[in-house]
């Protein structure tokens, strides 16, 4: 059902033992939000791509990663801004930043991601929650991009858990034992319930799929 390459889950791996570290260095009493810094832009786009207020994501994928409040605290948060360099880019931030090879396949450095979430997820003012479990968070992301001149697009939406949910196997079942979705290897308390691919995708997206309860966001709340 995906064909998600061992590469893309070594490098969740890498990354959340790295998150786990940052979180280990910060003060256990320091909350995400009084680390957020005062100049952080709430409404209207900022410079990497995001609308807080509005909810939403359109640029870059590697903006997203560079300018995500989720890494508040990591060297590279907010330090670059790429607008299509190329590989140069990619370069200097490996240089710079010795866990970058582990946050995203370079092949994908000028790939597009337009991104859409609710409260349930992220906060208008940018703050995650400390749990998405029973939150009612649901996100959509389109990426997309071109190979040798064919365009390809591939769209996924996300549901969060609920407690009375089960994960086995990979699939996600609802507490009357029915198939709701299947787990995301990013993000181990959202469930993926729809994916629809366009053209040829790269090897580091899943593969179709249709919830059988269905790919609207209503069924999934609380």
Known sequence: ???????????????????????????????????????????????????????????????????????????????????????????????????????????????????????GLIRKDGVYPETWVNSNGWIVFKYSGEVDGQYWSHMRKLVSSRSSDTLSGGIWYNSEGKEIGFESMYWPELIVIQVVNEGEIPPFFYDEYNSPWGPGYGKYKN
Not at 53 to 74: K, R, T
């Open 1 to 119: 059902m995906k064909k998600l390459t061992c590469v893309f889950g070594i490098f969740l791996a890498l990354v959340l033992v790295l998150s786990a570290c940052q979180e280990t260095a910060l003060d256990e009493n320091v909350t995400q939000e009084e680390l957020k810094k005062a100049n952080v832009k709430l409404t209207g786009f900022d410079d990497w791509g995001f609308n807080w207020n509005a909810q939403q994501f359109n640029g870059y994928l590697i903006n997203m990663m560079l300018g995500d409040s989720y890494f508040e605290g990591w060297p590279h948060y907010k330090q670059h801004v790429y607008n299509g360099e190329g590989s140069e880019f990619w370069n200097m931030l490996v240089a710079n930043y010795d866990y970058w090879i582990y946050m995203m396949p370079p092949e994908l450095l000028d790939t597009r991601l337009n991104a859409h979430w609710n409260s």
